[in-house]
């Protein structure tokens, strides 16, 4: 096959990997101050992506439908900790991944019923007709998906380098006990760790929504691409995630090429268990010290 | 006995109850719903011993019945084999395949874990709908039942074999639930540490059990296959899990009866979503159950408000939308959400669990008597005291990002001798035993057992090799009675091989082990209580029990952590006593103290630590007096009090 | 400034005080010593928050503060340096301080000016935490990460500091640093509980001491008076 065609594929892929990056990314917020993520993420993008569209359809301007999204993602986000985390949280219990995942179910089926089973398009002032750049397509709307993922995750990363509110956050992974002891509250923290959590999943979905359409399927495939992500790059590195997020994405449109479209999904699966099996705590992650 | 008959009576009865049905009913509808509770029992059997046992959330089990599934009904369309013969391929398929996925996944807990086995349940979707030249794809699959001994079942009597392959896991999971490898799954959840350093390896006995759980995944899906006769991959998919856990949860976790009504539960379900009525009734009530069972934790105060208040509004929610919505059966998985949650959040114990507090506090039966304790001397066998080097460090070191906290130790340990580890708070005393017990892995330097290297950063194989420990923040089977505490850690008791363990055929040896693990606990004091639960001892009994269970193991060589931190007065004598007794059947210690009055009493060679390194090492009298150590331990410090009374020191009384 | 009356406490169940009483007037130093597993800890952690009081008050400059979360008491004045350190190991040691002034400092932008004073002066009391400020503070020595303990303490304009074995784990020489340390802060004028299994030491710098056993506080008075207690004198100055 034509080398410029495979480059193209995955060049296209690597855009949509940044997308998986940016729901991981999600993943490693929460885990930071809590030990947990939701299981439901995928779930999360999807409603906020829904919001968004009706938002879009009852006349939202682009620039005011984005932060309506996020915001809906955020207050879902702390929805999620309040009903399924905190109390596993308090309890010491890993409740809180069954309790993710019911949560999950109970936002597909809603968004099933209120929106129906269908995808809709979604539309987008971003055109998709392709630019050519050193020899390979690329659409504006791909473009859009990359500098919002990194834009938002830059914005995240400066906030927790320059505020103190974020270095708060960084200490409360280091050592709850001892954020504690400083003033720092961590169920606050772990609450804004979910709503940031929530928000980035949103601009997820309003970003791959113009690729994928909305329906509520829209991110079942996505979600275990974004595990699969966040498990290989472990769950600390906001940089090892889009490393991966990017080799990933190739990596599937490629499958999806050479072994037929129905098995584009495996190879994430496949380096998710390969990554426990031989990196437990991911290719950019520590190790960690058993205690007695 | 009693309590035996009693639960073995009710086992016969409800599988007798059941046997007889088709002899009432012909009613084919009917008996399809029971054909399917077996297989689903099968089913959630198997993925109780994850969900309950191993308390893990395994979401891999709606897989393992997928690939049962096509595997029987393959082996039947593509190579003729008999309906049995099938059944043992999905059921040793599923055995292999198990133990592939949990090599891995097992190796992390809980979220790590929960994502490996979803995304085998995802890759397991994938093959089977793209592997179209042997699964036919979304197309799905046709087969034919085939017969069993050349007898072709018709309805009932594919229900009868259902119903008899239940009733053969059931037993032999009673069996295996009960015997050493049922102790074993209990107590690794309390405490995988402490198994591993009992020398039951923890990563082993978890692989195992998930590979069995998944096997009988395989077999359920077998006849699943034969049961339905048309397979479609997207049968096996993430919703069917979130059902398959609803039932388990529901059920009762760790339980077989649990794990059948969760069955029958999710059998019944759908019926229940398609009969609007019905489906009225049960919200309505389930609601009620939730204010009922809300109230009266909210009067007793033992749980937080968000336990009370979401499940009560989860089955309002759920009752008021059996009223608004006409198509429930659209809602049904927000309906099976809103159920699992409240179950999950309200009623952890699931049915079953909350079932058998009240029957137990119904049925008071006694206990079955302990057997007579065996000799001692068969138990921890006297060992000669031969003084020649046992244990050796050689410049070890651990060191923490930039903290030293093992900082180059030589340690000489002779056989026969407790050998005393003092030093300040921070010393590296508990760091350099985590090291030598293979908790951690030494940064740098060997560690000799008798001239042989010891395995290194494995509790596991170190508790092989001869050594056992204790813990100065107590790591015991909280939820074991104290007798199971220590017959988990029995070493050289336990031979029979597990085909008869599941046979029921290993009650003698199990005997035995009970009388062996009596005869340590009344070594250390505790023969009266080896039935109490181990979190419900004293502070100081705990204690005592952590030196018996590590004396299970027969060491060459024991470990004793702080044994006297915390302790008051009395117990601190009784545990100078018990270290005493224990030393007289020759085994050889090493004893970390912070007291130097028990030090001296007790030890004969005694190595001062302080900032990671040795700062004086040889007889505790000397040590005592030794300049460097006056200097810097004793002298400064002053000496810690002497909580501990040995009865030669003055103790200070209490003002 | 600091009162704690009645208090017990435990976890899960075993309880580890049974009435603990005690005082520190502001501007002194109190010293807590006993055996090991005595309850020094615990005490300290009852009166923190980082474990709830079963009974009993603890108040900080009148107000009562028990059963608040840890946070909560913290921001109220009360600076807890813990037992083992617990430094924010992948964070600076810059970083490490400038949390330790959450409580007063704007929590977005600007906190690196309105920290600068008490940055100098803890850099001041601690020049080699100054050469060290950019360092992640995981890769200090137990030394450095003492003193970046108390430093984060002090960064909160604290009202009261308690200071959990501050020589726990460290080598003789630098276990005389942190009594050095201890002494100028005494002399500027911080209130200071101490809890030391170093007694003979901490009774040299304290102004008053308690003598803890089995839960409860046995003996209590100056360090004159404990030293001429025979009882006190045979069990811990030996």
């Known amino acids: 096959m034509d080398t410029s065609v495979i480059i193209q594929i995955v060049v296209s892929g690597a855009f949509m990997g940044l997308v998986y990056a940016l729901v991981a990314y999600g993943f490693q917020l929460t885990f930071a101050t809590s030990k947990t993520i939701n299981f439901g993420q995928g779930e999360l993008v999807m409603l906020s992506a829904f919001f968004s569209l009706t938002l879009t359809r009852l006349g939202a301007p682009y620039w005011l439908m984005v932060p309506g999204g996020l915001l809906f993602g955020a207050l879902l986000g702390l929805f999620v900790e309040r009903a399924a985390v905190r109390l596993a949280l308090e309890q010491k219990s890993e409740g809180w991944i069954l309790l993710t995942i019911i949560l999950g179910l109970l936002g597909f089926s809603s968004a099933e019923n209120i929106w129906g089973r269908d995808d809709h398009p979604f539309p987008t002032p971003i055109s998709s007709d392709p630019i050519h750049v050193v020899g390979v397509d690329i659409t504006p709307l791909e473009i859009s998906v990359a500098v919002g993922v990194l834009g938002i995750m830059g914005l995240i990363e400066l906030f927790k380098r320059r505020t103190l509110l974020g270095k708060a956050f960084e200490a409360v992974s280091a050592d709850r006990d001892a954020a504690e002891l400083m003033g720092i509250s961590s169920t606050r923290t772990v609450m804004l760790s979910y709503a940031l959590s929530g928000a980035v999943a949103a601009l997820a979905g309003i970003l791959v929504a113009p690729i994928t359409t909305v329906g509520p399927t829209m991110a079942s495939a996505l979600i275990l691409k974004a595990f699969s992500v966040a498990v290989v790059a472990g769950l600390e590195s906001g940089f090892g995630v889009v490393v991966v997020g990017l080799f990933l994405g190739g990596l599937e449109n490629l499958a999806s090429l050479y072994l037929g479209s129905g098995w584009r999904e495996a190879p994430g699966l496949l380096l998710l268990i390969l990554a426990l099996a031989l990196r437990p705590n991911g290719i950019f992650g520590k190790a960690s010290i058993r205690k007695v | 006995m009693k309590r035996f008959l009693l639960i073995r009576g009710a086992e016969l009865v409800a599988f007798l109850l059941l046997a007889a049905v088709p002899l009432a009913v012909t009613n084919p509808f009917a008996l399809g719903l029971l054909t399917l509770l077996a297989i689903y029992g099968i089913l959630l059997i198997g993925l109780d011993v994850t969900v309950g046992y191993l308390g893990q959330v395994n979401l891999a089990q709606a897989a393992f019945l997928g690939i049962g599934a096509y595997t029987a009904g393959l082996l039947v369309m593509k190579l003729g084999v008999g309906l049995l013969p099938s059944l043992a391929g999905a059921f040793l398929l599923c055995l292999v395949l198990g133990s592939l996925l949990a090599l891995p996944a097992l190796r992390l807990e809980g979220p790590q874990f929960a994502l490996a086995t979803l995304s085998f349940l995802a890759l397991t979707t994938t093959v089977l709908n793209e592997w179209e030249s042997l699964t036919k794809g979304a197309e799905g699959l046709q087969l034919n039942r085939p017969p069993l001994f050349d007898i072709t079942l018709n309805a009932p009597g594919f229900y009868w074999l259902c119903l008899v392959l239940l009733a053969l896991v059931w037993m032999g999971m009673r069996n295996l639930l009960s015997s050493q490898w049922g102790r074993a799954f209990e107590a690794l959840r309390d405490s995988p540490i402490a198994t591993d350093a009992m020398g039951v390896g923890t990563y082993r006995h978890k692989v195992i059990a998930f590979a069995f759980g998944s096997a009988l995944g395989g077999l359920a899906g077998g006849l699943y296959a034969f049961n339905f006769q048309y397979l479609q991959p997207q049968s096996f998919v993430y919703e069917l899990m979130v059902i398959l856990l609803l039932g388990v949860v529901l059920g009762g976790r760790k339980s077989l009866w649990g794990a059948c009504v969760g069955a029958a539960l999710i059998v019944l379900l759908p019926n229940l979503l398609s009969n609007r009525n019905l489906f009225q009734i049960f919200s309505v009530i389930g609601l009620v159950v939730a204010l009922g069972a809300g109230t009266r934790a909210w009067l007793k105060k033992s749980v937080r408000p968000f336990q009370v208040i979401a499940p009560v509004a989860a089955m309002g929610l759920l009752a008021l939308g059996s009223f608004l919505v006409s198509n429930t059966e659209d809602w049904r998985k927000a309906i099976f959400a809103l159920m699992l ?47 020649h080097t046992l244990l050796e460090l050689r410049d070890l070191k651990r060191h923490f990002g930039g903290v030293k906290a093992v900082d180059g130790v030589s340690i000489t340990v002779r056989s026969g001798h407790i050998h005393g580890l003092i030093g300040p708070n921070g010393s590296g005393k508990s760091t350099a035993v985590n090291v030598i017990s293979g908790l951690y892995a030494p940064t740098a330097g060997d560690i000799l057992l008798d001239g042989k290297a010891l395995p290194r950063g494995s509790l596991f194989s170190v508790a092989g090799a001869g050594i056992a420990r204790t813990f100065q923040n107590l790591q015991l089977f909280g939820e074991l009675t104290a007798l199971d505490n220590v017959m988990v850690a029995l070493r050289d008791t336990y031979r029979t091989p597990w085909p008869l363990v599941l046979l029921g055929l290993a009650r003698k040896e199990e005997k035995q082990a009970q009388a062996a693990a009596l005869a340590l606990l009344q070594l250390v004091g505790l023969g009266d209580q080896a039935l109490s639960k181990a979190k419900d001892l004293t502070y100081g009994a705990q204690r005592f029990l952590e030196i018996a269970r590590a004396l299970a193991r027969k060491p060459r060589l024991l470990i004793l952590d702080e044994p006297a931190a915390g302790l008051a007065h009395p117990d601190a004598v009784e545990l100078v006593k018990i270290i005493k007794r224990v030393h007289g059947r020759g085994v050889t210690m090493i004893l970390i103290e912070h007291h130097m009055d028990v030090v001296s009493e007790l030890c004969d060679t005694v190595t001062v630590l302080d900032g990671g390194r040795i700062i004086a090492e040889g007889d505790p009298e000397i040590v005592k007096r030794d300049p460097k150590v006056v200097e810097a331990y004793l002298g400064a410090m002053a000496a810690e009090a002497p909580a501990v009374d040995t009865g030669a020191s003055t103790a200070p009384a209490a003002a | 400034m600091l009162k704690v009356e009645n208090l017990h406490a435990g976890y899960g169940g075993a309880e580890v005080l049974n009435g603990v009483n005690l005082e520190v007037k502001a501007g002194t130093v109190v010293a807590l010593i006993g055996a090991n597993g005595a309850g020094k800890t615990t005490t300290m952690r009852a009166i923190s928050g980082m474990v709830r009081p079963s009974k009993g008050r603890v108040l900080v400059e009148d107000l009562p503060v028990e059963g608040l979360a840890a946070s909560r008491i913290a921001r109220l004045g009360l600076a807890h340096s813990p037992e083992g350190r617990k430094v924010f190991g992948p964070l600076s040691v810059e970083d490490n301080l400038l949390l330790g002034a959450y409580r007063h400092l704007p929590h977005f932008l600007g906190f690196r000016s309105k920290a600068a004073a008490d940055l100098k002066k803890v850099y001041d009391l601690f020049p080699r935490l100054e050469e060290r400020r950019e360092q992640l503070s995981g890769t200090l020595s137990g030394g450095e990460q003492q003193m970046l303990a108390i430093g984060r303490a002090l960064m909160a304009q604290p009202k009261v500091v308690l200071l959990d074995e501050p020589s726990m784990g460290l080598a003789p020489v630098i276990v005389q640093e942190v009594f050095s340390i201890i002494r100028r802060l005494k002399e500027a004028g911080i209130t200071l509980l101490l809890v030391e299994q170093f007694a003979k030491s901490a009774l040299e710098v304290a102004d008053y001491a308690y003598v803890m056993e089995r839960g409860k506080i046995a003996v209590a008075g100056t360090p004159e008076e404990l030293r001429k207690d025979e009882r006190v004198l045979a069990a811990y100055l030996g």
């Open chain 2, 341 to 387: 949650f409240a179950v999950v959040v309200g009623l952890p114990e699931g049915l079953m669990g909350w079932a058998a507090g009240a029957l137990a506090r119904l049925f008071r039966v006694a206990a079955a008597p302990l057997p007579p304790a065996t000799d001692l001397d068969l138990v921890l066998p006297m060992q000669a005291l031969s003084g």
